[in-house]
């Protein structure tokens, strides 16, 4: 009867601590430096595999900025954690995904998971946000060809309320940046998350240059011109123990990475 009564409570308690909270997920593959582009060239044969499974939002690697050879990828699962554990759980009967993952794990050092949740800025704000699977900007003259993603990483000081602090000083400082005279046209902010699963207070946002490093330096100018974005910037460095921004190419065409 008691251990009836805790198989009940225990069942209680992970059906209420189930969310339908839309997650971020980021995995990120540290390569054999020489082994690379033999990763890549199987990624992009076995593409439309992932494509099926996983609801693919960005695959990239560094190109400066930090460590190099190292796969990136978002992905953004609309129901949470039990769709992504759903999803993952069907994989390894997919004869195809298991022969891919032969072909790729001899290429890996270490693997790396962690869950984000974003932002309610991205919707207030009317970014483009994970959850949109077309390609982000809105610049014509953009076709992809040029385009850089820029990952800036700010982790935080413990505390309960530092990234409740960070995302009001944020969105305090974000419409003059974005608004900034002399933004080039393809430069778009796509998504703000904050750490959920794994080393937490960390903040992760993502911009999108479709002319490259050198609509980023244009944008960048114009930004240290935005008075407020200056002064919640300012509030910000209070929180923070590090930031690092890295400049990432995408690497992965067709169906499985849209975001060109």
């Excluded at 080393?199 to 002319?211: K, S």
């Excluded at 890295?246 to 849209?258: C, M, V």
């Amino acid at each position: 009867m008691l251990n009836q009564l805790r198989r009940t409570l225990c069942k209680r308690s992970f059906t209420t601590s189930t969310s339908a909270t839309p997650i971020i997920e980021l995995r990120e593959y540290k390569l054999i430096p020489g082994q690379a582009n033999l990763y890549l060239n199987h990624t992009t044969d076995y593409a439309s595999v992932r494509h099926e499974h996983v609801p693919t939002r960005l695959f990239s690697l560094p190109e400066t900025g930090g460590q190099l050879h190292v796969a990136t990828h978002f992905y953004h699962y609309s129901d949470g954690y039990e769709q992504r554990d759903l999803v993952r759980s069907k994989m390894p009967s997919d004869e195809r995904w298991t022969k891919y993952l032969g072909l790729i794990r001899p290429l890996i050092n270490e693997q790396h998971s962690t869950i984000f949740t974003e932002a309610p800025l991205v919707k207030e704000f009317s970014l483009h946000g994970m959850s949109n699977a077309s390609t982000p900007g809105n610049d014509e003259s953009d076709d992809g060809s040029q385009t850089s993603y820029e990952i800036r990483r700010y982790r935080l000081i413990l505390g309960y309320d530092t990234v409740p602090k960070f995302l009001k000083y944020y969105a305090e400082g974000l419409p003059s940046k974005l608004n900034a005279t002399g933004t080039d046209p393809s430069t778009s902010l796509v998504t703000l998350m904050y750490n959920d699963t794994g080393h937490l207070n960390e903040v992760i946002e993502i911009w999108r240059h479709g002319g490259g490093t050198r609509a980023m330096g244009v944008s960048r100018n114009a930004a240290r011109e935005a008075t407020e974005w200056k002064n919640a910037i300012s509030k910000i460095a209070g929180l923070a123990n590090s930031f690092q921004s890295t400049i990432h190419k995408p690497q992965i065409k067709g169906d499985l990475s849209k975001w060109r």
